[in-house]
């Protein structure tokens, strides 16, 4: 049975760091690319970053770049989310995703399969 299990969230002051991490069990998943999304109150899930199987390419949302990075370590079945100068609006629950359908962009939920339980993180003004 896959599963994903997020770490890392909390409470923290805006312009502070977090990073978030996702472990994956069940099976490896270096030849998958992954992802992070995040939900808000009140609002839709969203893309927030993409990286490649092999780490070698990376993608972001534009409210976040420049801000976060996103890296893997397949020997660990982890996947990591750096996020500096965190602001309010990044407040939300953060869930990482394995990607396993690639007929659409990576920033579609629908394509990713299996997707962890998310973990809160909460930037106070």
């Known amino acids: 049975q896959v599963q994903l299990v997020e770490s890392g969230g909390g409470l923290v002051q805006a312009g502070g760091s977090l990073r978030l991490s996702c472990t994956g069990s069940?099976?490896?998943?270096?030849?998958?690319?992954m992802g992070w999304f995040r939900q808000a109150p009140g609002k839709e899930r969203e893309f927030v970053s993409a990286?490649?199987?092999?780490?070698?390419?990376?993608y972001y949302a534009d409210s976040v770049k420049g801000r976060f990075t996103i890296s893997r370590d397949n020997a660990k079945n982890t996947v990591y989310l750096q996020m500096n100068s965190l602001k309010s609006e990044d407040t939300a629950v953060y869930y990482c995703a394995i990607r396993t359908y690639y007929s659409g962009s990576y920033v579609l939920r629908s394509q990713y399969a299996y997707w962890g339980q998310g973990t809160q993180v909460t930037v106070s003004s």
């Open positions: 069940g099976r490896t998943f270096s030849t998958n690319s």
């Open positions: 990286i490649t199987s092999n780490g070698g390419s990376t």
